[in-house]
């Protein structure tokens, strides 16, 4: 069963996220004085999730390429090994067949 290396949550894009002492909870405090102040929070915000996702992309492409690389590897070994052995294997099938020291009389059949 895999287990999860990451994890990624969507945030609220036009909420700040600040928290507030006590003594600022009891007065109401206008967050945003205009329009533009909301759309460049949430540009701001938009950016910081979508940097947050390409950091965790590229963490998941850079394991993909160790896996690759792994895996390149050890296919290499074994296309050496398969060659080695079809060369042993072309070999035997040149030579001729080795004598036996026992002669077919004395196999008693």
Avoid: W
């Avoid at 759309?39 to 992309?57: N, T």
Wanted: aromatic share 4%; with cysteine; net charge positive.
């Amino acid at each position: 069963m895999p287990f999860c290396k990451r994890t990624i949550l969507p945030k609220d894009v036009c909420k700040p996220d600040g928290r507030r002492l006590p003594e600022e909870a009891r007065r109401p405090v206008e967050i945003f004085g205009d329009l533009a102040d909301v759309c460049g929070f949430s540009l701001c915000s938009v950016l910081r999730q979508l940097s947050d996702l390409s950091r965790c992309s590229v963490s998941i492409l850079e394991e993909l390429e160790g896996e690759l690389v792994s895996v390149c590897r050890r296919s290499g070994a074994l296309e050496g090994r398969v060659a080695r052995l079809q060369r042993r294997v072309t070999e035997l099938v040149s030579q001729p067949p080795p004598k036996s020291c026992y002669g077919e009389s004395n196999l008693g059949f």
